[in-house]
């Protein structure tokens, strides 16, 4: 994968590295950044939520300040990350408010950070650059947060799940 910034993150005596993933999609740059983002519920799965009853849909507010948020069948709405760089089609970053008790986190000083950068390729293909960083907000459970999105169900899956939305009907 093509490094993106974010140095090593120094808890105690471990340091901890961002994850770091990447997929290239048969996607124009402007179609994969718009499935990723605001077509998210098209490919989200339902098991990733953080809300107290079964999720309806994934909403991302595609704005600086926006809200990432799953409606709930409870007809509550579960925030969990905010966006803090909008700039179509090349990237955006969220403020991953999720706990590592996989609750919502209000306070942004205790959150980890998602970026994600849209590539144009040569072949026609959109190289996706996702790097997951700033663990060690989420203090003495930092690793294990790390651990979880770094996993097979973590951000390498999801990938996969959002490279299939975006290569249809291309």
Not at 47 to 69: C, D, F, L, N
Not at 113 to 123: G, I, L, P, Y
Request: glycine share 10%; hydrophobic share 35%; net charge negative.
């Amino acid at each position: 994968m093509t490094e993106m910034t974010g140095a090593p993150v120094k808890t105690g005596e471990t340091a901890l590295e961002p994850v770091r993933k990447n997929i290239r999609v048969r996607a124009s740059v402007e179609r994969a950044f718009r499935v990723f983002t605001t077509e998210m519920d098209s490919w989200w799965p339902r098991t990733h939520h953080i809300g107290s009853s079964p999720m309806k849909r994934v909403v991302v507010e595609g704005r600086p300040g926006g809200a990432i948020y799953t409606e709930q069948e409870d007809g509550n709405n579960c925030p969990w990350g905010t966006v803090t760089t909008w700039d179509p089609p090349n990237r955006f970053i969220m403020a991953w408010q999720v706990s590592p008790a996989w609750q919502y986190e209000s306070d942004l000083a205790k959150c980890s950070e998602v970026e994600v950068q849209f590539t144009r390729m040569d072949d026609g293909t959109t190289l996706v650059e996702l790097e997951h960083r700033g663990f060690q907000r989420h203090g003495g459970a930092c690793a294990r947060m790390r651990e979880t999105v770094n996993q097979d169900g973590g951000w390498g899956g999801l990938l996969s799940m959002f490279a299939s939305k975006a290569s249809e009907n291309i």
